[in-house]
């Protein structure tokens, strides 16, 4: 059964950190990149943060320098570390796997909110 699973989310208040971890299925053959997205309520889902097999990372320009991305191959499992977390940085945070072949996996999402 293949599963994609987040962890991690809760509240924080601003400038505090949380790390999300997301795990993978041992199903889930020939995986090339994970990632990170996340929609706000009223707002269309976006790109987060994404790691290649190889290491190779990009991120969006909105969190550049406040959020690092890794990944643990041999666990198929990757993380999303946040710092400095802004009140904009509120949503629900979705991991997602994409395959050597193309095919995406996507987790059930976990909540992330910053409130003072």
């Known amino acids: 059964q293949v599963q994609v699973v987040e962890s991690g989310g809760g509240l924080v208040q601003p400038g505090g950190s949380l790390r999300l971890s997301c795990a993978a299925s041992s199903s889930i053959f020939g995986i090339y990149a994970m990632g990170w997205h996340r929609q706000a309520p009223g707002k269309q889902r976006e790109l987060v943060a994404t790691i290649t097999s190889s290491g190779r990372t990009n991120y969006a320009d909105s969190v550049k320098g406040r959020f690092t991305i890794s990944r643990d191959n041999a666990k198929n499992t990757v993380y999303l570390e946040m710092n400095s977390l802004k009140l904009e940085d509120t949503a629900v945070y979705y991991c997602?796997?994409?395959?050597?072949?193309?095919?995406?996996?996507w987790g059930r999402g976990t909540q992330v909110t910053v409130s003072s």
């Open positions: 997602k796997v994409i395959t050597a072949r193309g095919s995406d996996y």
